[in-house]
């Protein structure tokens, strides 16, 4: 069978000892910044992307992944222990688990959080093998039309479906799509919005744009605001879930499993979105709803399965299609693109390694994770002692460094500085950042193809909806946009925002 | 009763505004082409545009009602942050690693709500021995530890 042996290629190149102390790296790392809150995967990668530019790229990309779903089940611990979303995807968990960690329960809770997500990570691992080349498959017919519409359809999704305002986010894809092009126009050679520097000609740097927004942006935006960081641990005492608590915890892992790696394909749908809507089934399912919020054990199953078969799932599109579904995989994509990896169907045919490889590293991680956090959650817990004041100095430094070791140009320090306060201005005047970081990744290939379908179809633009695939990612954009108009549906996601 | 001036949607409207006009004006510079054969000018005019039309949508958006810009923020973390990284792009080429790190470090650690001096020279003493060792002797990266002395 094919995926079998696809598989045990997998395994024999996540299994080499590099890949596997990458892998160990990366979801060490992302434990840590799981656990603590105010740094979180996105700028973690951001900073740590330039430093795997002298690794292979398979190591590169397992230690990448490791850091982004190990950081959800750091996010749990947190959530359960202290009562604080050490992720965003772990603000549901908050509500059960840390109830029963004041009912003496946090070893169950964190033992379910952990099993769930090993069980969730499993399934993702396992929809990616399979979903994966039949995916490339259809994808490698592709022309520019096709792609242009799948790209605008990802970013419209992704806009639309992200937290936050709608209409700032679709503008923040239109900006970043603007950043994007900054630089020597590919077909004319004519220098574009470079205002005469000589560094802007090859574009404005991909880590500089990440690291500045995402880790300064955030950091001059997180000394302003308060810091909610009082310690109250609750005792671990005991690990082992009861018979009782496996038995109510399977159904929902079973269900937030499915529901997110549903949502994981979906552009834009945060973790967060997986979780809640996990959270709310098991909710509506049960046979006494009022246990929830007062530690009932589905609620901390259900919503730790969904977010990290979520978080797997978000790699089906960024693998197979090149399309980034949010703002790590946008970072995954510029990782691939740096080691000079162009991202699409065709990466799967000439790299299998590291198709085949990654998937396995994954199954590797999260069997590590389960095996790392569960005896080492005194170690994590202290880790919530050390205050911001000496955590962001030393994301500066790593910042720093990451961004100089690119092209060893202070130039681009000097860049990511601009913008952080850029990142800083977006943040508080309510835009979120990640969908402009979609844009900048795509904004190239965007245009690209644009102008590649319009000379194909002699400048008619009929030629988007003309193409049946092509006709179909035009309707579902159209679609999503009139469906999130409708005053029903909107009144709804406020609701769920809040 | 919220003011248009401390209104999150008016500011961002503004600043949307500006960005596509600059985009606009600026890429009339570069041949707009025809749709058949789009010019470097085509895609950047659309996108300023779509970015003008955001704007006005929410600057008037902003102007009925909107949230307040919350008060929550340190100008000193806005002004000593991106210093601090300049200071750093400044100095790593000149002065070497270590002074460009250790001014980084104690910079931005100056950017906090609490700066306790020893405290701060433990961690950048530390932070940099560790950088040191992780960066320069561990992946080998190429810059001199003290330049220019």
Known sequence: ???????????????????????????????????????GPLATIAMLLPITFNVAPV?????????????????????ILVNLPGETSSVVTCIDGYQMARQGRAG????IAAIGSFFAGTVGTLLIALAGPPLAEVALKFGAPEYFSLMLMGLVAAAILAQGDMVKSLAMVALGLLLGIVGNDVNTGLPRFTFGINELTDGIGFVVVAVGVFAVGEIISNIGGSEPREVFTAKVTHLYPTRDDLRRSLGPILRGTALGSFFGVLPGTGPAVASLSSYLVEKKLADDPSRFGRGAIEGVAGPEAANNADAQCKFIPMLTLGLPVSGVMALMLGALTIQGIQPGPEVMAQRPELFWGLIASMWIGNLMLVVLNLPLVGVWVSMLKVPYRLLFPAIMAFSAIGIYSVNNSAYEIYMAALFGVLGFLW???????APMLLGFVLGPMMEENLRRAMLMSRGDPSVFVTRPISLGFIIVTVLILVLMMAPAIRKGREKVAE | MPSILTSKDFWGGVMLIAIGVAAVVIARDYPFGTALRMGPGYFPTVLGAVLCAFGLYLAARGARSSDAISGDW?????????????????????AGFIPALVVLIIGSSAAGKEFRLGEVVLLAVALTLFCVVVFIWGLGLPYPLLAGF
């Open chain 1, 1 to 39: 069978m094919d995926l079998f042996n696809n598989l045990i290629f997998g395994f024999a190149v996540a299994l080499s000892l590099q890949n596997l102390l990458y892998c160990f790296i990366g979801v060490l790392v992302g434990t840590l910044i799981g656990v603590l809150p105010g740094i």
């Open chain 2, 74 to 94: 340190s100008p000193r973390a806005l002004i000593i942050v991106p210093l601090s990284l300049v200071l750093f792009g400044v100095l790593i080429d000149r």
């Open chain 1, 108 to 111: 169950p809770a964190l033992a």
């Open chain 1, 427 to 433: 943040i508080k005047l309510g835009f979120s950042p």
């Open chain 1, 59 to 79: 190591a590169a990309l397992i230690m990448l992944a490791g850091i982004y779903y190990g950081a959800q089940y750091g996010g749990s611990t947190t959530a």
